[in-house]
């Protein structure tokens, strides 16, 4: 099964910046697909952004939409989030998932990280 290592939480002040990664391996397949989800405090748990391996397709919440940017270096199996302009509502925790469909559906990721807290001072 897929392991994945998400790196890269900590706390920053309203309009900083942050960069998550998220370090697959025991990667069988180059069709392998990354998704970043978060989950705050009393809040149902909302896909951001997803990406496949070795492709340029990409998908995005409207919440993060023109702030955050999701890369790869698929040599390296490593997904990474680029959160620009951080608000204190994007305070939560950042979990990686694998699955194998380009989406922000949590059900469709059966793999997880144990997630990177992030946390938005206002």
């Known amino acids: 099964q897929v392991q994945l290592v998400e790196s890269g939480g900590g706390s920053v002040q309203s309009g900083g910046s942050l960069r998550l990664s998220c370090a697959a391996s025991?990667?069988?397949?180059?069709?392998?697909?990354i998704g970043w989800f978060r989950q705050g405090p009393g809040k149902e748990r909302e896909g951001v952004a997803a990406?496949?391996?070795?492709?340029?397709?990409?998908t995005y919440s409207e919440s993060v939409k023109g702030r955050f940017t999701i890369s790869q270096d698929s040599a390296k199996s490593t997904v990474y989030l680029q959160m620009n302009s951080l608000k204190p509502e994007d305070s939560a925790m950042y979990y990686c998932?694998?699955?194998?469909?380009?989406?922000?559906?949590?059900?469709?990721?059966?793999?997880w990280g144990r997630g990177t807290q992030v946390t938005v001072s206002s």
């Open positions: 025991r990667v069988t397949a180059s069709s392998l697909c």
């Open positions: 998932a694998a699955g194998w469909m380009l989406s922000l559906d949590a059900g469709r990721f059966p793999s």
């Open positions: 990406t496949c391996l070795g492709t340029i397709s990409t």
